[in-house]
């Protein structure tokens, strides 16, 4: 059961793009809500539909889900295969849930670059009447350090081995325990990268593979029906 906030005359959005600052930003908003004992709200915008993101985009997604759960976040927004300009739709989510203060990263690595120039501010003002618009400067070297570029993924599998470690495969076997899609890190000449499935709940879930290797414990249960 979600907290009764003190002050319901002030509320928080934050605008998230992809990338690990979307954490800090996540983290930044707690904080000031905390202060304020107001409502915050996380939202992020993409043109593509939720279906077609990556392994980054997917990861990232789950991850600011699972926080916003951690801190009692009002309310985590996706608003994917949107065609509309970013700023119409911040505006909207703004108008319907009551926002007064907006938090968006500036990172020039991202899309939310756009907010940094003159015009985009302006036109945020111009939607957004009498809302405090905050601009948080990102550290730079942390996308540079964090972020991983994949190729394009492929259909994969998993198997369990004689020593109960879980395997990668690209072929269809009897052995298979989970179906989902590979993807590789780009300048690696092993298979390095991310596996993606869907667990049997519809949720997306990924796991870290090593030279064909899953590293880590597997939470999930096996996606393929025998």
Partial sequence: MKKIRG????????????????????????K?????????????????????????????????????????VEEFMIRDD??????????????????????IGQSPQNRWEEITKGSIINALLREMTFIDIHIVSIDRTLKSIEDTTYEKGVRAFLQKDENETYRLSFARSKYNLYEGIFYKEIGTDFNNGVFKFVNNKGKTCQVHVTEDIITGAMKEPPNVKK
């Fill in 7 to 30: 002050r319901m005359d002030e509320s928080i959005l934050v605008c998230v793009y992809y990338g690990p600052n979307g954490e800090r930003l996540i983290k930044r908003g707690h």
């Fill in 32 to 72: 000031l809500a905390q202060i304020m004992d107001c409502p915050l709200y996380v939202l992020t915008v993409d043109a593509l539909p939720y279906d077609e993101f990556d392994a980054d985009k997917s990861g990232y997604v789950e991850r600011w889900k699972e926080l916003c759960d951690e801190l009692d």
């Fill in 82 to 103: 949107e065609r509309r300009p970013f700023v119409k739709v911040i505006a909207e989510v703004a108008h319907n849930q009551n926002i007064t203060q907006i938090i």
